[in-house]
């Protein structure tokens, strides 16, 4: 089998879809996409698929290594977002050809179900109880939020009690029935996110993710010594080289890669098992569309450590599309009781509609995240 055609293509509300097409007439889809980046990283995709065009997909460790190391330059988000849907689409033609999941090739499941959240308020997170309430009387129990507003490096007192006020009425309205995230999204400096997760502890959220930026990584492990709240990272970590470090200077209880942005497939499963040897639970981080969650099922039903999905459906960025679109086999991708069930179709287990993809791809418009403003004047991180 030969690789013998690589297409984009851009859909709503801010996604980049691969179709890998071969002479076999197998096709695999992946998704190499950073958000708001998705054309940089398409002429990145085009770039690397000189290494792809002619070659058998079937040899993913090798294409992997010559698309990784074969540029001399590597890493980084646009680089390893294109490897990361390339590598997604040849699992896809592997289990396809081979007629199993890719959970299958890797090894097997080692559970029956995979514990997923949803998505609850916005960008600013202030209508967080009508949003709990309502998903709460569907079942739905375990949840992320935005933990804060965008903060000053050293915030007023108000900010800061803005932020917990929130987090206590959650627990003053539904008590325990409910588990949380609370997502910083790096807009907490050092100094404040002492004093925020500090005054977070009696609340006891399931975790804070981001609670700083990755480039202030190595302050993780003074921040998880000063609180009991597990610490959460890694949707801005792109390899294992880059967990390498996380994982040996300790602090974080979960790592969040995410599949279409930290080697695919192939290297996520490795950097799985780098966190189990350090007892760090995996939750790969998926606010994208359905390949990439496509991706992540893959990969949680055949690591031990794999605890918590993230998934896109009815999340705040999904204003054209939502996550099930596009795809036919809806049914496999619902959340029962919290749970994903575990994929049984060959390849990634998604059933991408064609018809559709190329529909929307004619009337989509790039993606940009807010620029949020300080008071005075200064950029705030988003
Ligand atoms: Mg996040």
């Known amino acids: ?27 695999g889809w992946g998704e190499p996409v950073l958000e708001g980046r998705a054309h940089t990283v398409e002429t990145a995709v085009h770039e690397l698929s000189e290494y792809l065009i002619g070659k058998d997909p079937g040899q993913i460790n090798d294409l992997w290594q010559t698309m990784y190391r074969g540029g001399f330059y590597r890493g980084g988000p646009i680089l390893m977002s294109a490897l990361s849907g390339i590598d997604q689409a040849l699992w896809d033609i592997k289990g396809k ?11 097997g499941q080692v559970r029956e179900r995979m514990r997923s959240y ?21 079942g739905i129990d375990y949840f992320k939020l935005n933990g804060c507003d965008q903060m000053a ?5 108000r900010a800061i009690d803005d932020a917990v006020a929130r987090v206590a009425e959650i627990r003053e309205t539904f008590g325990h029935t409910v588990e949380f995230g609370l997502d910083f999204h790096g807009r907490v400096s050092m100094p404040m996110a002492k004093v925020l997760i500090h005054e977070l502890e009696p609340y006891r959220p399931l975790f804070i993710e981001e609670p700083v930026l990755p480039e202030q ?54 950097i799985a ?48 599309a939502d996550l099930l679109d596009y795809v036919h086999n809806k049914a ?18 998604v059933q991408i509609d064609e018809d559709m993809v190329l529909a929307r791809s004619q009337q989509s418009q790039p993606w940009r995240n807010p620029l949020w403003r300080h008071e005075d004047g200064s950029l705030a991180e988003w």
């Open 217 to 270: 990584a190595n302050a993780y492990a003074r921040l998880a010594a000063q609180t009991h709240i597990p610490l959460a990272a890694g949707e801005r970590l792109f390899s294992r080289f880059d967990f390498k470090s996380v994982l040996e200077a300790g602090g974080l209880a979960i790592i969040q890669p995410d599949l279409s942005h930290a080697g695919g497939i192939s290297e996520c499963f490795k």
């Open 118 to 138: 949803r998505w609850v308020g916005g960008d600013r997170p202030s209508e967080v109880i009508a949003g709990m309430q309502t998903l709460l009387a569907q």
């Open 97 to 107: 050809w081979l007629g199993a999941p890719v959970a299958t090739l890797l090894g």
């Open 332 to 349: 496999d991708f619902m959340v029962e009781q919290g749970f994903f069930k575990a994929p049984h179709l060959p390849g990634l287990g």
């Open 153 to 157: 490096m050293i915030a007023s007192s």
């Open 1 to 27: 089998m030969k690789i013998t055609r690589m297409q984009c293509y851009h859909v709503a509300p801010r996604w980049m879809f691969l179709k890998i097409e071969t002479d076999a007439g197998i096709t």
């Open 273 to 320: 098992a780098m966190a189990e040897a350090y007892d760090v639970a995996f939750a790969p981080h998926c606010p994208l569309g359905p390949i990439a969650l496509a991706a992540c099922l893959q990969i949680d039903f055949c690591c031990w450590n794999a605890t918590l999905q993230e998934h896109s459906m009815g999340m705040h960025y999904n204003q054209q």
